[in-house]
């Protein structure tokens, strides 16, 4: 019968619960912030891959804002261009929905972005029957790309340094980027005119303004070899001579010609440097792309050890409570058990033999309690003490017999001779 102390053991199983629980506890928050790290890094991988495929539709349609407007504006040779150049735009749209299938709220919104590109379809139309003018076509075009650009995957919020700072270096140079085609087509879609349309050479004047100092930006976040990167692409002879035709075009005040930017010239210059920004802008997605790989490795790596060293804390704490149990609750039940039996049976039998005369010779004390051997230097302190105790009962039981008249009440005084014999022997 299992008679441990029922205090005892309630303490002892307390305290283990307590000691789990918070142990749990600790673990329990630690093994949330490695899944939320891991997640994260998931997530930032997921949504690198999304805005490298939307900057590569981006591209495309600012190439093709750029012939159509041309187009539109007078500058025929650009018709078989166009054809080429809407079928690039079309593959670029469809990877890039291919790439949003199954991806969370971030792809929704890209998708429900990419559905307003649907009305390019009747641009194109307006373009090819002769019906288009530069306005809507350079206004319907960028209206495209602008939401595109203004789409948010987040980024610029994950705690790692390196991808907030490579993600706001691509973000710059996409609005450097936007700056050189919006030049590109302003100047395409007025060059057959002679001259920029409406306020179309202040709005020149600003983009330039504005690609200059993003370009002085970008060399602020950029790694050393994206910066040297960006400084091969400007030093080519196509972007010098670029530079060259857009100079002419600030100190004409407002006119333009062939003779001083002939259109083919103009597109192939500028185009050849947008394409060397777009190779940057490549390397730059792949830092972040890479980069997010490697936080999502490291974070897998990082919660796959977290688990083992959990489960082996576990381990260890159980197996503490097991050896806790086995050297302390297992001997304690045990010796209540011994003392038990000590008490209710050994202890009044010899009592009773000594009363009634019928013991041979002195009983002696009981037996000192047996201790198993895997119990704490505490249960053998326990045990030590209760023999002590015993002893003294026994004693004093005996004594208590002895005194006793014997039960015939006969004779000599108080004590029987039987009694002497057993006053001497314990004396």
């Known amino acids: 019968m299992d008679v441990t102390p029922p205090t005892t053991r309630a303490r002892l199983l307390r305290f283990l619960v307590l000691a789990l629980a918070v142990l749990l506890s600790l673990l329990g928050a630690a093994a949330a912030q490695q899944i939320a790290e891991h997640r994260d890094a ?22 093709e804002r750029g012939l159509t407007t041309g187009y539109v504006g007078g500058v025929r040779q650009f018709g078989t261009k166009l054809l080429t150049q809407r079928k690039a735009t079309d593959a670029a749209r469809a990877r890039l929905e291919r790439a949003s299938r199954g991806r969370d709220d971030a792809a929704a919104s890209l998708r429900a972005s990419l559905g307003r590109l649907d009305g390019l379809t009747a641009v194109r139309r307006r373009a090819d029957d002769g019906t288009g003018t530069v ?15 203004r789409l948010e995957f987040g980024l610029g919020d994950v705690y790692d340094v390196r991808v907030r700072t490579a993600c706001q270096a691509l973000r710059i140079l996409g609005d450097a980027k936007e700056s050189i085609d919006e030049e590109r087509a302003i100047v395409l879609g007025s060059v057959r005119a002679g001259r920029f349309r ?42 010098e001579r670029a530079l060259a035709y857009e100079s002419v075009a600030v100190h004409a005040d407002g006119r333009l010609g062939t003779p001083g930017i002939p ?4 597109w192939e210059s500028m185009t050849s440097t947008d394409d060397g920004l777009r190779a940057v802008q490549i390397s730059l997605g792949k830092d972040v792309e890479e980069r997010a790989a490697a936080l999502e490795s490291a974070a897998q790596r990082d919660l796959l050890l977290f688990v083992l060293f959990a489960l082996g804390t576990v381990a260890v704490l159980g197996h503490l409570a ?5 050297s302390v609750s297992t001997p304690l039940a045990a010796l209540a058990q011994q003392a038990l039996e000590v008490a209710a049976t050994q202890l009044p039998r010899a009592v009773a033999a000594v ?5 041979v010779e002195h009983p002696g004390p009981p037996a000192p309690l047996a201790v198993p051997g895997r119990a704490g230097a505490e249960v053998r302190d326990v045990a030590e003490a209760f023999d002590r105790v015993q002893r003294v009962a026994f004693d004093l039981a005996t004594e208590q017999g002895l005194l006793r008249p014997a039960p015939d009440g006969g004779g000599e005084g108080p004590f029987s001779s039987s009694a002497r014999e057993v006053r001497s022997a314990t004396c």
Do not use: N
């Not at 097991?322 to 086995?326: A, I, M, T």
């Open 355 to 359: 009363r009634s005369g019928t013991w």
């Open 263 to 266: 259109p083919m010239a103009w």
């Open 135 to 149: 306005q809507e076509t350079f206004a319907s075009f960028s209206a495209g790309i602008t939401v595109l650009d």
């Open 322 to 326: 097991l050896d806790c149990v086995r």
């Open 42 to 63: 998931a997530v930032t991988a997921d949504h690198a891959q999304l805005e490298i495929a939307v900057q590569g539709l981006v591209h495309e349609l600012q190439k």
């Open 198 to 239: 409406g306020d179309d050479y202040g709005r020149f004047l600003q983009l330039r303004a504005a690609r200059l100092a993003a370009l002085e930006s970008f060399r602020r976040y950029a790694t050393a070899a994206r910066r040297r990167g960006l400084d091969a692409v400007l030093g080519t002879p196509e972007a």
